[in-house]
């Protein structure tokens, strides 16, 4: 399941929008009953505004109506990506104890929850 994730995550590297950072990430998260929502991260010239892979494929997924998540596998054009600190909120607030997928190949995938990643993340 992960290795398939990961290979999901890795079919949207090349639709990143990162002309600024030449970054490329792709992501793909699975919900409990077993959908795949995948994003890629889009920059904006406005820097602040551009959004991470991880926020794109959750974005697509909650705004479908998925409320819980199993899994996201991330990954970058140069392989590992960690999501990043808002990422890591923004995922908590749906499902602290999913999984976080990323690795160089799929043969070398590391995997840890994301509550490990975010300890004690903000809820109201
Ligand atoms: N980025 C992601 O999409 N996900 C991550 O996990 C880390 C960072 C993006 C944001 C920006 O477009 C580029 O990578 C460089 O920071």
Redesign the pocket.
Known sequence: MYRKLYKEAKTMIDN?Y?P??R???G?AVMTTDGKIFKG????NASFGA??????VAVSAAVSAGEREFDAIA?V?GEGS????GI?RQFMYEFSPEMKVITGDDEDHLEVYELAELLPKGFVL
């Open positions: 990143a990162a600024y950072s970054f490329k990430v992501a890629a991260n889009i920059e551009g959004i991470c892979a991880e926020q991330v970058s990506a960690w999501p990043c990422c």
